[in-house]
């Protein structure tokens, strides 16, 4: 299957400053990526839908001011975790997903723990 | 509006006897319907994924599992559990294969 690659795997940073989460389809262009928030022994929960080149869509109670998300490139999402307080703290997954070019399925990162201290 | 609801948080098998996770569904249309994987600090891996085509999907790794309409239910079986099918599992939803929605998931343990 196609491969989708975050970076970095795991960050620690304090709380107040900033972090950036990178997500790339390395198989596919994909149209759309979509991250997910995971807290311990919890489901995925949709944070935000980005296409290429538009701005996100964020789900409701995501606060778009501080998840920051860029959808630059066909192969490239970013999302910026402003002014972290340690409530941030979790597992964050991005997916990607190209309609035909990725056999209409959504491939999912390995996931980045970020860890607010 | 679409969800899921997977029934079993925790489910606990001996290595060789079959597992069965189940996962009953709401959707307003026919919906698509996925079983995921997730191993330890390892990234969703698709088991397998229900189209409206045959009621019965196989998956990798000896995974299958069936559509009943009439209950709403897609659970998930194996026929004889393997110690490295220790993970946590998720049912997931989607009305147009573009917006998942995921279950709370199920976490299988296997004993030896």
């Known amino acids: 299957g196609a491969v989708v690659s975050q970076h970095p795997s795991w960050v620690i940073c304090k709380s107040g400053t900033s972090v950036k989460i990178e997500c790339r389809s390395l198989?596919?262009?994909?149209?759309?990526m979509f991250w997910y928030r995971q807290f311990p022994k919890q489901s995925l929960m949709l944070m935000a839908t980005?296409?290429?080149?538009?701005?996100?869509?964020?789900e409701q109670g995501v606060e778009k001011d501080k998840f920051l998300i860029n959808h630059a490139s066909l192969t490239l999402s970013t999302l910026t975790v402003t002014s972290a307080h340690p409530e941030d703290s979790s597992f964050y997954i991005c997916s990607a997903y190209g309609g035909e070019l990725s056999s209409y399925e959504q491939y999912f990162g390995p996931g980045t723990r970020l860890t607010v201290t | 509006a679409q969800s899921v609801t997977q029934l079993d948080s925790h489910v606990s098998v001996s290595e060789g006897t079959p597992v069965l996770l189940r996962c009953n569904y709401s959707s307003s249309y026919s919906p698509s319907l996925f079983w995921y994987v997730q191993h330890p600090n390892k990234g969703l891996q698709l088991l397998l994924k229900y189209t409206s085509a045959a009621t019965l999907v196989k998956g990798i790794n000896g995974f299958e599992a069936e559509f009943k309409k009439s209950e709403t239910s897609f659970h998930l079986t194996k026929p004889s559990a393997h110690m490295s099918d220790a993970a946590e599992y998720f049912c997931?939803?989607?009305?147009?294969?573009?917006?998942?929605?995921f279950g709370a998931g199920t976490t299988v343990t296997v004993r030896a």
């Open positions: 980005s296409n290429e080149g538009s701005k996100a869509t964020y």
């Open positions: 198989d596919f262009q994909a149209t759309t």
């Open positions: 997931v939803v989607s009305e147009n294969d573009y917006k998942l929605s």
